[in-house]
């Protein structure tokens, strides 16, 4: 359905995806790096951890790349950061308090599979070691399929892996050639049915609209294919044209991107295929199948949002490894040196690479659980969040007043202190969310609503 004029123009609003909140753009620099490495130390016994490991490489540069990644043409540069990542494993380890082992490991990047399998294999030897991965726990992989040797599939397999998300974003040739990721069809496919027989049994693809040239039948006709190869999860993201911030970008010509409408048009088409093919819709921009741990945790109010988007790991302390990777602890967030080079000067030197934190208030805490809950379930009782973190059922009266305002329009509904989005803006909730936002410059930096 054509989106109405107000969808229209809140659609066209530049604000966060809440991936955190504050957000990552609020961070300051860790001057010394002291504070978080207290905060390290002083996880607790019963704390569950989890660890994203950001490898920052590729083969190839997609041109509408939005990650923190360098492509690397001979495997040396690869191999360097191996060991810096190998040692980095160990200071975090050492660092840390006492914590009840890892629930969670999530690897992305870039492409977690452009280092070697024999390398990817010892590093996930060395996470499990170090950071005690608990048994049944969620180990994770993104992967350019592309580069999936068979050798890579099978170290996965033999390293444990229990999830893959494999970066399809369109299976239209011609878009492909627009955006310089080619891979066709039948190589996803072949990569799925390997993957499968090496026993990595829960496949995640993430899909795209809004790239250049495409339409909503080519998004039809993608997802289409998609539910053929059966995924247990998939992402739509909408494609965020920033050639501002990233210069590769600026190959992508606006002539070849959908205007507002067309976008809306492609994540409806999306929409529609998922939903008539028995997926389940997750927040913004997940579907699932009704049995995936995803979908359960959605339907229990048990689904998080961290900085991988969806999960539902309840893991309270993040632990960041590599380059630009962000971090979560009881104090605040972390994040590590973005530059590969002086992440691994400070390695080699035998200190953690945190080079920003953000201190988090008992007031960002209750704002972070409300904009969580509505990301997540698209409804949430504030009094009943505030009185869960201290605060008066009132504290937060103000910001339902702002809700209130976006009633007219229809992107939601108060009831007393209860705030829920009706399902036909679900894909518009980040602007309800925005009004709980103590912090919200709205600024380019951040992308576009839909
Ligand atoms: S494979 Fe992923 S991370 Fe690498 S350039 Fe393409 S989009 Fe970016």
Not at 415 to 432: C, H, I, K, S, Y
Request: charged share 20%; with cysteine.
């Amino acid at each position: 359905m054509s989106p109405n004029d107000h969808q229209l123009r809140h659609a066209q609003r530049n604000l966060p995806r809440y991936t955190s909140y504050p957000t990552a753009l609020a961070f300051e620099p860790a001057a010394d790096g002291l504070a978080p490495v207290d905060w390290l130390a002083g996880t607790r016994a019963a704390d569950a951890i989890s660890a994203y490991v950001h490898v920052p490489f590729c083969r190839r540069l997609c041109w509408y790349c939005g990650c923190h990644t360098t492509v690397a043409h001979e495997y040396d540069r690869i191999g360097a950061y191996y060991e810096t990542v190998m040692r980095e494993v160990d200071l975090l380890a050492d660092g840390l308090g006492d914590h009840a082992g890892a629930a969670h490991l999530h690897f992305g990047g870039g492409s977690p599979n452009a280092l070697s399998p024999e390398h990817f294999l010892a590093l996930t030897r060395k996470l499990s070691s170090r950071l005690r991965l608990r048994p049944g726990a969620e180990v994770a992989v993104e992967l350019d399929p592309a580069l999936l040797s068979q050798a890579f599939i099978e170290a996965l397999g033999e390293a444990g892996v229990t999830r893959v998300s494999l970066g399809v974003q369109t299976f239209d040739p011609a878009v492909q050639a627009k955006v310089n990721r080619i891979q066709p069809f039948d190589a996803v496919a072949i990569a799925v049915e390997r993957l499968r027989a090496a026993g990595v049994t829960a496949i995640n693809f993430d899909l795209m609209y809004g790239l250049p040239l495409q339409t909503p039948e080519s998004v039809r006709r993608t997802v289409e294919l998609a539910l053929s190869l059966d995924a247990d999860r998939i992402a739509v993201f909408g494609y965020a044209h920033v050639p501002w911030m990233k210069k590769h970008q600026e190959v992508i010509k606006d002539a070849n991107l959908a205007d507002a409408v067309g976008r809306w048009a492609q994540a409806d088409a999306a929409d529609e295929a998922l939903v008539a093919g028995g997926y389940v819709r997750i927040g913004i921009d997940h579907y699932a199948k009704p049995q995936d741990a995803l979908a359960k945790a959605a339907a229990t109010g048990a689904l998080r949002r961290n900085f991988q988007g969806y999960t539902d790991d309840p893991a309270p302390v993040l632990v960041p490894i590599g380059p630009s990777s962000i971090g979560c602890f009881r104090e605040g967030f972390v994040q590590n040196a973005v530059g590969t080079d002086v992440w691994r000067t400070a390695i080699h030197e035998g200190r953690l690479p945190l080079a920003r934190k953000l201190p988090v208030s008992a007031e960002d805490r209750v704002r972070a659980a409300v904009i969580e809950r509505l990301m997540c379930d698209l409804t949430v009782d504030v009094a009943a969040v505030c009185a869960a973190n201290g605060y008066p059922s009132h504290f937060l009266d103000g910001c339902i007043e702002t809700a209130r305002e976006l009633e007219a329009d229809g992107l939601c509904v108060v009831l007393g202190r209860r705030v829920t989005v009706p399902e036909d803006n679900r894909r518009l909730v980040r602007v309800t969310a925005a009004c709980f936002d103590a912090r919200l410059p709205e600024t380019q930096r951040h992308s576009k609503a839909v």
